[in-house]
């Protein structure tokens, strides 16, 4: 049972990502349950029929199925403690900016959202914040205290960026240490409700906004986010070796824009070019989580404030960000997880 599949095609398995498989049988009846580390509430039906294939080929039958999903903490750099809020910090970067990466790190976290999880974005782009709009949120964010905040709340997901506490035409003025120290207090000050994900979406380049994410947040895996085209994996490699060198594992690659299909005679057309996002993954070893659609409703989309996961739920687009959501989030079920401290007092 252990070794199923866990995506159709894939050589992960269900052991290999942590799930805890328990099987009782009696008189050739059997019930199963399947506790995953990564959300699949989109996938049940699909496990219910293979559980229950695995179980006639043995003679029996499948009497009962439950499935469910328990995201822990993952590991992250020496030094660090995950947040007590937020179980898992994945930082979406792309060493150099125009390939969609805020729209991809948003969409990525609905879908997350979308299979069950617990999700937050933090837009780290404190010079051109975009996520607000993104997302349609306006207005400022209640401070109970005087002094934390409490993320905004839509799409089911939670969210942060300085876009909601500066008028949306004032620029942000700042030196790199200023920037870095309004990173650290929207993530600390931020009242994050029982998170099992907060993506981060990060400003272009390797500057000091990712060294401060690198040094004092706790990370526990990235996501680079490159086009085809030669030029943009260029500067995606750099971010890649930077993630590499401060201890932050890259749970994989995303590829945007890979394909457009003509809305009108269904041509397939690499704008872009073809195959950057594969090249780059076989040279590093790096899984390509997902190849995602240049498509025209994914911007109007985004721009209307209602991401095409959320708009579009059944649309090809949709599917793709859907399947690269679901692949990073098994890739950081293979991770290390946080071993629970024991209290002094229990021993």
């Not at 070794?3 to 990502?17: I, K, Q």
């Not at 969609?100 to 837009?123: E, H, I, M, W």
């Not at 709340?153 to 920037?179: F, K, Y």
Request: net charge negative; glycine share 10%.
């Amino acid at each position: 049972m252990s070794a199923l599949p866990v995506s159709p095609g894939s050589n992960d398995s269900f052991a290999s990502t942590g799930a805890v498989v328990r099987v009782a049988g009696d008189a050739g009846r059997v019930a199963v349950e399947i506790i995953l580390g990564f959300p699949a509430d989109s996938s049940q039906e699909r496990y219910r029929t293979a559980v229950a294939g695995v179980v006639r080929r043995h003679g029996a039958e499948l009497a009962r199925f439950e499935s469910s999903s328990r995201i822990t903490a993952h590991a992250v750099q020496p030094n660090l403690s995950p947040l007590q809020k937020v179980r898992n910090i994945i930082a979406v970067g792309s060493g150099k900016g125009g390939v969609g990466k805020s729209t991809t790190a948003v969409n990525l976290a609905l879908a997350l959202a979308a299979d069950g999880a617990r999700v937050g974005v933090l837009d780290a782009d404190v010079y051109g914040p975009s996520v607000p709009m993104m997302l349609g949120l306006s207005g400022r964010p209640d401070s109970p205290d005087g002094k934390s905040i409490e993320p905004m709340r839509t799409h089911g997901i939670q969210a942060m960026s300085i876009g909601l506490l500066v008028e949306q035409d004032t620029p942000m003025i700042w030196r790199g240490p200023m920037a870095t120290s309004a990173l650290t207090q929207l993530l600390n000050d931020t009242r994050w409700d029982d998170l099992d994900y907060l993506l981060i979406d990060l400003p272009p380049g390797t500057g000091d906004i990712q060294l401060t994410l690198a040094q004092k947040i706790p990370v526990a895996g990235a996501v680079i986010v490159t086009t085809p085209q030669d030029v943009a994996t260029l500067d995606a490699k750099k971010a890649l070796k930077m993630f590499e060198k401060v201890e932050v594992p890259v749970l994989g690659l995303v590829e945007n824009m890979a394909v457009h299909v003509c809305s009108t005679c269904g041509h397939a057309e690499h704008v872009f070019g073809e195959g950057g996002g594969q090249r780059m993954s076989d040279q590093y070893g790096v899984p390509l989580l997902g190849s995602l659609p240049l498509e025209l409703a994914i911007r109007e989309q985004g721009d209307a404030g209602v991401p095409v996961v959320v708009a579009a739920p059944d649309s090809a687009a949709a599917q793709a960000y859907r399947g690269a959501a679901r692949q990073l989030a098994i890739a950081l079920a293979q991770r290390p997880r946080v071993t629970p401290s024991i209290s002094a007092s229990l021993l």
